[in-house]
């Protein structure tokens, strides 16, 4: 799962973006509406959380911009004005939801969980392999019902190959998932990743096997 979030205040947008991830959400931040836009085509965000007030454009342009090419992305707006206009014009314009600054960004995160549910554009919030159950929204593992913590990479990586059991995902996907835009990956990232997440479900006891497709990506099975 990865967030794109739209504002044109660097510190607040690295606070947040920070905040976000400790919550189990990377993001890729865009600064300007024209940013917003060319990111949002070139990648598929969950969700996308998006101020009103950018130097280029209003934010209203970019979530009609959005529609108009019929991106369903959810969109969270997030705004000093708190007034009812522009909640409603916001809605009207096919937002999601709507969040007043100053917020707390566990509500933040509580809006993005629900409107990611509502969406319910990720196959069902439940993912069950073996004895592994991940509840995609939630973002919460369990191994025979004992939860077993992950980092955010870890979680978008079990994400990823939970939601094609048995068939092979190629590098490339994971590493869309993985990893943002702005990102320089070394070569062996995923790799590191995967290693990680299997010792973690090594331990705790899962029955699933991660395969190594040698040259095009990886698998995920059950063992038993
Ligand atoms: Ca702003």
């Known amino acids: 799962m990865r967030l794109l979030l739209v504002e044109d205040d660097r510190e607040l947008a690295e606070a947040l973006g920070a905040a976000l991830l400790r919550r189990g959400m990377a993001s890729d931040h865009a600064a300007t509406a024209g940013d917003a836009l060319l990111m949002a085509d070139?990648?598929?965000?969950?969700?996308?959380v998006l101020d009103l007030g950018l130097p280029d454009a209003d934010g209203l342009?970019?979530?009609?911009?959005?529609r108009a090419r019929l991106d369903p992305v959810p969109v969270v707006i997030?705004?000093?004005?708190?007034?009812?206009?522009?909640?409603?014009?916001?809605?009207?314009y096919g937002a999601d939801d709507y969040l007043a600054k100053p917020f707390d960004v566990?509500?933040?995160?509580a809006r993005l969980r629900a409107v990611l549910r509502r969406q319910g554009g990720f196959g069902g919030a439940e993912l069950v392999v073996g004895n592994l159950r991940?509840?995609?929204?939630?973002?919460?593992?369990?191994?025979?019902?004992?939860p077993v913590l992950l980092s955010a990479r870890e979680l978008d990586l079990i994400d990823v190959l939970l939601r094609r059991p048995g068939r092979v995902v190629v590098k490339t996907l994971i590493e869309d998932q993985l990893f943002g835009l702005s990102e320089s990956l070394g070569s062996n990232a995923?790799?590191?990743?995967?290693?990680?997440?299997r010792r973690k479900l090594e331990q705790a006891g899962a029955t699933i096997?991660?395969?190594?497709?040698?040259?095009?990506?990886?698998?995920l099975r059950a063992s038993a």
Not at 78 to 92: F, K, Q
């Open 209 to 219: 096997v991660i395969e190594t497709i040698r040259g095009v990506g990886y698998m």
């Open 42 to 48: 070139a990648a598929r965000y969950s969700a996308i």
């Open 106 to 109: 566990d509500e933040l995160v």
């Open 78 to 92: 997030l705004t000093a004005r708190g007034d009812t206009a522009a909640r409603i014009g916001g809605l009207d």
């Open 190 to 197: 995923v790799e590191v990743y995967v290693h990680r997440l």
């Open 134 to 146: 991940f509840d995609s929204v939630a973002r919460a593992l369990d191994v025979d019902g004992r």
């Open 61 to 66: 342009e970019v979530l009609r911009a959005l």
